[in-house]
């Protein structure tokens, strides 16, 4: 069933929302930015560059990033970096909320920081203007091939002599989407599922 900005705007607004903020002193904000497409709500999604000294390296995403001294809150952060990855500028008057934070892993192991997913909604579909040093792609996935069950799959990951098969979905083009972004398009789900009355 199709997912409207009304659908997503109340369920942001329903049940407690994870906050994390009083737990660590370093924090990123992601954006999944919304905009409705022939009746169908759409997010976007980036590629990330191929870089050595990124944890997330070639990982499917969400534009944003890392709180730094001139950013005057982790929303402005979001702002800033959006503009930088992928040359949006978000008015934040589209923000309509937020998802749960969470902790930021790598290869399974917890680190001292947390995200916190912002949720805008768009009138329209910006023009995208990626910075290749951070971005390969970019691609809008609509909500309802997120939910179809259908694209479900596992992505094989091994750490150390573990071999894990972690849920995740496969995308139109062959990409997965695993791991925190998964994690964050999962909580939406929930929210959708469990307060959506």
Not at 59 to 68: M, T, V
Not at 104 to 125: C, D, H, M, S, T
Not at 180 to 191: A, C, D, E, G, V
Request: proline share 5%; hydrophobic share 40%; charged share 25%.
């Amino acid at each position: 069933m199709s997912k409207t900005k009304s659908d997503i705007e109340k369920v942001l607004t329903q049940g407690p929302r994870t906050d994390l903020s009083k737990d660590f002193s370093r924090a990123s904000g992601v954006a999944l930015l919304l905009c409705e497409e022939a009746g169908h709500l759409e997010v976007l999604f980036i590629k990330r560059a191929l870089n050595p000294s990124d944890n997330w390296s070639g990982h499917l995403a969400f534009p944003g990033g890392k709180k730094d001294e001139t950013d005057a809150s982790l929303l402005d952060a979001c702002v800033r970096e959006v503009r930088e990855e992928v040359g949006v500028i978000l008015d934040q008057s589209c923000l309509i909320g937020s998802l749960d934070d969470l902790q930021a892993r790598k290869r399974g192991n917890l680190l001292e920081f947390y995200i916190q997913p912002f949720v805008f909604y768009l009138p329209q579909k910006p023009k995208l203007i990626p910075d290749p040093k951070e971005v390969e792609r970019t691609l809008w996935v609509s909500l309802d091939y997120l939910l179809n069950v259908a694209n479900r799959t596992e992505y094989k990951f091994q750490r150390d002599n573990m071999k894990l098969a972690l849920p995740a979905i496969q995308f139109p083009d062959g990409d997965v989407l695993w791991g925190l972004t998964y994690m964050m398009i999962q909580n939406l789900f929930w929210k959708i599922q469990n307060y959506r009355q």
